[in-house]
């Protein structure tokens, strides 16, 4: 399979996946993945994302559109949403080493942006994959329906992977789909710790600094092996049970 096929399989895989664990938000929010060059190189001028109007749970293959930098459809009969195109356009052409971007409205990790000066705190293992990798946005700004607003988007993730987007939701990056999807999972599972044990008003534990920092060197080996056997789990799971999300 070439590599924007795989890509397309592989991004198919996490909306659909995304929609079974309850991450998606009715036929809202976007996963993008840039299209590499002949040479492999990422400009981030054009992109595969889901088309406006699909609920995630329907998307295949080749459903996918893919687009330039200017929002022109290069391929496929759907359109992109606006939000979409200002937001995943602008981080691709700003960071292009986050080859995919997914940005939901995920329960847990967005109810962290809505509290005021809301941050995952360093204080559980999962919370630990993220440790220095989050950029926060404290200003939220409304709809992006302008290029403006994902430049801003882009400029607040300082070179971090993962943005929290105050009072709105969160974006995931990565080299490919496995790293970004696995990130986006883990970092709703720690935020769900943190809100459970935020609402028995207890205090949250502390971890040191020598232990966080032995953790993020150990993480930064850990975190692609994992994040490679998740996906072939979830791939040959949705091979088995829809297998038309290959289409």
Known sequence: MDTVAQLRVDLACALRWAARLGLNEGVDNHFSAAVPELDGTIRGDRFLINPFGWHWSEITASSLVLCDVDGNVLEGDETVEATAFCIHSRVHI?????????????????????????????????????????????????????????????????????????????????????????DLYYLERAAMFQVHARSTGGKLRRIGDNVRARVRGQMETERRAVADRHFKALRRILDREEPGYRM
């Open 94 to 182: 700003k960071h292009p080493d986050a080859a995919v971007v997914l940005h939901t409205h995920q329960p847990y990790a967005t109810a962290l942006t809505v509290l005021e000066g809301g941050r995952l705190e360093m204080v559980e293992q999962n919370a630990l994959m993220f440790d220095d990798r989050i950029a926060y946005d404290d200003d939220y700004e409304g709809l992006a329906l302008a290029t403006e607003e994902g430049d801003r988007l882009a400029a607040q993730m300082d070179g971090k992977p993962i943005l929290m987007m105050a009072s709105h939701g969160v974006m995931a990056s990565g080299p490919t789909v496995a790293d970004a999807f696995n």
